[in-house]
């Protein structure tokens, strides 16, 4: 099985996905919650302030040193990468690959077979690339999940690549 995914057709920039490093990337959504979310507000203020609001709790409450609660932190965090099961939204990489004028389509190829979407609708899919822990060796290296997770119990399997036309 290939485990490197392209992306081409009508695209100013050709290019290649490696899902094996996705896990050490900070776009990665735990699958298992994403869809879960009503509410999905992506503001970044707000998440900026309550970081910068957590973080001013623990110096006024713990003191500036690092308290013992991040050691278990970062241990819940490698665990969590160690045994969980994550996506990663494909906006980036198809607004990297720049989609010429006049292009209206992505198709996915997947096994033998493809999947034909609006590219309106193609920006919003997450690629899942680990179960478990485990990147999707059997019928991977990539899965598709609609932009509403309607196909979470069924996803598209076996990517092999993506054109856009």
Do not use: C
């Amino acid at each position: 099985m290939e485990t490197i995914v392209s992306i081409n057709g009508k695209v100013k920039y050709k290019l290649t996905l490696d899902p094996g490093v996705w896990i050490f990337d900070d776009r990665k959504v735990d699958l298992h919650t994403y869809f879960k979310q009503e509410e999905k507000g992506n503001n970044d203020m707000e998440e900026y302030t309550k970081s910068i609001s957590k973080h001013w709790d623990r110096e006024i409450m713990e003191g500036a040193v690092f308290p013992p609660t991040l050691k278990s932190e970062r241990k819940y965090e490698k665990e969590r990468v160690l045994h969980g099961t994550f996506g990663i939204p494909f906006k980036p990489f198809l607004e990297n690959a720049e989609p010429e004028e006049g292009a209206s389509t992505v198709i996915i190829h997947h096994g033998s077979e493809h999947t034909e979407m609006p590219l309106d609708r193609a920006y919003g899919l997450i690629l899942g690339f680990s179960k478990d822990g485990k990147p999707l060796i059997e019928d991977g290296p990539l899965y598709a999940y609609f932009p509403d997770g309607s196909n979470f119990e069924h996803p598209i399997r076996n990517i092999s690549g993506f054109t856009v036309e």
